[in-house]
């Protein structure tokens, strides 16, 4: 299970990081706590992250927000729904509501491949 305060005591830890990959496979991600300074990677590291098994929940929204408005040098995220747990109205939701979210990275490329 995903843990905010485990992802971000990483991301603060990992200053050379260029590419994040997250998999919630057991359920919801845990806890929001958002470091007091933006890690050094998200400045200037960071180019792609992937995250799988989006369930639509807050706390994945809330952690894909704080990327997205912190990541100064994001080229891609990719972002895969979990597979027949979500509808496709709900994945299309989804896309519609992540777009609309602040990005850092004026060439950040936000990516819902569907399978």
């Given at each position: 299970m995903a843990d905010w305060r485990f992802i971000?005591?990483?991301?603060?830890?990992?200053?050379n990081l260029e590419?994040?990959?997250?998999?919630?496979?057991?359920?919801?991600l845990?806890?929001?706590?958002?470091?007091?300074?933006?890690p050094a990677c998200l400045v200037s590291r960071l180019g792609i992250v992937e995250i799988?098994?989006?369930?639509?929940?807050?706390?994945?929204?809330?952690?894909?927000?704080?990327i997205l408005r912190n990541a100064q040098?994001?080229?891609?995220?990719?972002i895969y729904c979990l597979g027949s747990e979500i509808s496709w109205k709900k994945k299309?939701?989804?896309?519609?509501?992540?777009?609309?979210f602040e990005q850092q990275s004026e060439a950040c490329e936000l990516a819902f491949p569907l399978r």
């Amino acid at each position: 299970m995903a843990d905010w305060r485990f992802i971000t005591k990483f991301l603060e830890n990992a200053d050379n990081l260029e590419v994040l990959k997250i998999s919630f496979c057991f359920g919801n991600l845990k806890c929001r706590v958002e470091p007091k300074q933006v890690p050094a990677c998200l400045v200037s590291r960071l180019g792609i992250v992937e995250i799988k098994d989006f369930n639509c929940t807050e706390q994945e929204f809330n952690m894909v927000r704080y990327i997205l408005r912190n990541a100064q040098v994001l080229k891609k995220m990719e972002i895969y729904c979990l597979g027949s747990e979500i509808s496709w109205k709900k994945k299309l939701e989804t896309h519609k509501e992540l777009s609309l979210f602040e990005q850092q990275s004026e060439a950040c490329e936000l990516a819902f491949p569907l399978r």
